[in-house]
């Protein structure tokens, strides 16, 4: 019995021991090995995907097929509203691109937007939801398979900061890093709705960690104060729900459009609340942009940012069916919000512009079903 327990002991300080050594470096040491630099222009296109689902039931080629339509829609638009040599610029995927999937469905997602990264001259980007761990594979090989595509901007050093996905993605004048960021893209952890650090196995929903903030502070003072800033991450935090109470049931007259038919996972513990778009929207965060909720789009300008839920890509897993019969009040605001008129499906993307270096930009969510007598487009503007 006590040869069991002492091997107990050593398990238990073996574990402690790899968590200390995890912590890595410093973040606030290290900020530079936290950003990428791509060329800014004005009328700059970041195309968001979100909640794309592949898992053990998906048909790869079914699935290649749609988003092969979704990318050449968005590309086709922008060409068509802004002229030509206009393009996709930056894909963010922004979470839960697999559940329970397995390692020919990472490759087989990876190649294809490495085709499309070549094929439309973007650059794209992967931010980790809770589903990407839930799969049937480590999730180190996840992790490694974006660092080593040739297209993807993808880091994950080893740091003191929670989770896998916080980095930023500066935009200079020249691309490099010897010229002013002229917008920063910031790309954040909000967590997997289970802790990977602390010793509880279960969370009901997850959060920007102070820490978090206070990196993403830390790298905005050094692009610059003056540098707007958009969020991307996959968990909507309290911002969203506290915004929606104040449209629906104290009457505040904000800004907002598009639909919100389920929750923002926001699970109200002041514990898990998260101080980022609070802090944040006194140093440049113009926008941020989530996943996660698969029944909503609503978009909101709260506190003097715009908040918004990306149109989850495609149909995997489950989404929302708009009848303009319905009855629910949020449904008939939603349809009354865009002007359509007809029965839809709440899939596609989502499309944010940036049209100027003084923080000014558009947004446009696009609705896009596959259908047998004709494919289902409509593009609804912010």
Same mark, same amino acid.
């Given at each position: 019995m006590t040869k069991r327990i002492i091997c107990i002991l050593l398990a238990v300080l073996a574990v402690l021991a790899l968590a200390g050594?995890?912590?890595g470096i410093k973040s606030?040491?290290? =900020?530079?090995? #936290? &950003?990428? +630099? &791509?060329k800014y222009h004005d009328n700059f296109n970041i195309l968001q995907l979100t909640d794309i689902h592949w898992n053990a039931n998906s048909s790869a080629m079914a699935? $290649? +097929?749609? =988003?092969? $339509?979704?990318? $050449?829609?968005? %590309?086709?638009h922008i060409v068509s509203t802004q002229g030509s040599g206009a393009k996709i610029d930056l894909v963010e995927i922004t979470g839960d691109s697999f559940m329970l999937a397995n390692t020919y469905h990472v490759e087989t997602f990876v190649d294809f937007f490495e085709a499309k990264a070549e094929e439309y001259g973007f650059v794209y980007t992967i931010i980790w939801g809770n589903h990407d761990h839930?799969?049937?594979? %480590? *999730? %180190? #090989?996840l992790a490694d398979t974006y660092k080593n595509a040739k297209h993807c901007l993808y880091l994950e050093p080893k740091d003191d900061l929670y989770g896998r996905s916080n980095f930023v993605i500066n935009l200079t004048e020249d691309g490099t890093r010897a010229t002013k960021a002229v917008w920063m893209i910031a790309n954040l952890d909000s967590g997997a709705s289970f802790s990977? +650090?602390?010793?509880? *196995?279960?969370?009901? #929903?997850? #959060?920007?960690? @102070?820490e978090? +903030?206070? !990196? !993403?502070?830390?790298?905005h003072a050094a692009a610059g104060e003056d &540098? @707007?800033?958009?969020?991307?991450y996959h968990i909507p935090q309290d911002e969203n729900a506290k915004a929606w109470e104040d449209v629906t049931e104290k009457g505040a007259d904000y800004k907002n459009k598009y639909f919100k038919l389920e929750g923002f996972a926001d699970n109200g513990n002041e514990k898990y609340a998260s101080d980022f778009i609070d802090k944040a929207k006194d140093h440049g965060l113009k926008a941020a942009f989530m996943g996660h909720a698969h029944n909503d789009d609503w978009t909101v300008e709260y506190m003097g940012v715009v908040i918004g839920c990306g149109v989850k890509t495609g149909t995997e897993l489950y989404y929302a069916h708009i009848d303009t019969e319905s009855e629910d009040e949020a449904m008939k605001a939603g349809l009354k919000s865009v002007g359509i008129t007809e029965n839809f499906d709440l899939i596609g993307a989502s499309l944010v512009t940036l049209t100027g270096s003084d923080g000014s930009f558009d947004l446009e969510h696009l609705y896009y079903n596959e259908r047998t007598d004709g494919d289902f487009v409509r593009w609804v503007k912010w």
């Open positions: 050594c995890a912590q606030s040491e290290h =900020l530079d090995d #936290y &950003v990428f +630099t &791509v699935s $290649k +097929t749609y =988003l092969d $339509k979704l990318l $050449k829609q968005a %590309n086709d839930h799969s049937l594979y %480590n *999730p %180190n #090989y990977e +650090t602390e010793l509880s *196995p279960f969370r009901d #929903y997850d #959060y920007i960690r @102070p978090q +903030t206070e !990196w !993403w502070l830390a790298e &540098v @707007p800033c958009i969020a991307y």
